[in-house]
C-alpha cells in the first residue's frame, strides 16, 4: 500500500474513534467504569466527633455542679439527724458546697486512669482529700477569719481542719466516686443533647457565680454553719 494510502487509513481510525466519543456524550450518555474494588466504601465511615476537648469541660462541669449539691444536701441532712435544725451550709447561700466540687473534679482528673484498682484510688483519696481539705479550712480561717468545720474535739486532728476519720470519709468516697459513680454520671450525661448540656452548665454557672460575688461581700454565716477560731 502506498503511504498516502497509509494515512488516510489511520486517518478514518482516528475520526471514528471521535465520533463514537462524541455521539455518547452530546447525548449523555456516560460510559459506564469499572469499578475499582479497592477504594474504601465512604458510606461506611463515622460521622465526624465532636470536640472532644468541649465534651470534657463539660462533663467535668457537670460533675462539680452534681458533687457539690450532693455534698450540700449530705451536710444538710447530717445537722437534722444531729440537731433535728435546718442548717445551710457552706460559705455561700446556694444550694451547694464547693468544697466537694472542686474535690470530685481533681480526684476524676489525677485517678479516673486507675479507675480499676479500688484500693489504690482509696489510699491516694484519703491523702488527696486531707490536703485538699486542710488547705481550704486553712485558706477561710486565715483570709476570711471563717471556720466552716472543726475537729478539734476529733481524735489524731491537725488543727481542727482535718482528723483521722475525714480522711478515711475521703478515702471510702473518693473509691465510691472514681470507681462507680463518676462512670454511671458520665454516661447519663451524654445521653442529653448538646444543646441541653449547654444551657444546663450556662445557667448553673450564671447562678453560681452570682452566689459567690454575694458571699464574698456578706458570707454566709450563723450557728451550725460557721465555727469560731
Known sequence: MFPGGIFIKNFVIIMKKFLFRH???SIGYTVPMKKNQSQPDFRQLCPPEQNHMANVISLLFFFY???SIGGYLW?????????????????LYGPWLPVYGVGAVVFYLLFFKIKNRPVSVFLLSTLVGSGLELLIGWSLDTFWGLRYWDYSDYPYQLWGY???????????????????LSRLLKMLWFKFSGTFRCAFNTLLILLLLLDVSAALIFPNTGIGITFSS
Open 162 to 180: 482535718i482528723c483521722l476519720y475525714s480522711a478515711l470519709g475521703f478515702g471510702i468516697a473518693g473509691m465510691l466516686w472514681i470507681c462507680l
Open 75 to 91: 451536710e444538710v441532712i447530717i445537722f437534722l439527724w444531729k440537731d433535728g435544725t435546718f442548717r445551710n451550709r457552706g460559705f
Open 65 to 67: 455542679f452534681v458533687t
Open 23 to 25: 455521539s455518547f456524550l
